[in-house]
């Protein structure tokens, strides 16, 4: 069975960084779209960003562009380094995987998720 492993989570002050990484078991994923959403208390689920199977084209929500960068390695993995962290950043980030190349901002469009990662900044 697929699955993607989130890891890098953790507890930062505001303006500092994190590194979130996703392992998907397997290395057929290097063909797929990835993508990050964030879900915070009481809110719905948002889109962050995504990356096309062969890493050329990417999207960010508007929230994060500046900030945030969405990367792949050749095989399974995908990175979300994280700076300037805000305190509205803190939610549980979830990779998600799609079974088509192309980047999407669409939920629908992703059939494959981690379990998530806890994000927490504090001001």
């Known amino acids: 069975q697929v699955q993607l492993v989130e890891s890098g989570g953790g507890l930062v002050q505001a303006g500092g960084s994190l590194r979130l990484s996703c392992a998907a078991s397997e290395r057929t994923f290097s063909r797929y779209a990835m993508a990050w959403f964030r879900q915070a208390p009481g809110k719905e689920r948002e889109f962050v960003t995504a990356?096309?199977?062969?890493?050329?084209?990417t999207y960010y929500a508007d929230s994060v562009k500046g900030r945030f960068t969405i990367s792949r390695n050749a095989k399974n993995t995908v990175y979300l380094q994280m700076n300037s962290l805000k305190p509205e950043d803190t939610a549980v980030y979830y990779c998600a995987a799609s079974s088509g190349s192309s980047a999407t901002r669409s939920r629908d469009e992703y059939n494959y998720w981690g379990q998530g990662t806890q994000v927490t900044v504090s001001s």
């Open positions: 990356i096309s199977g062969t890493g050329s084209t």
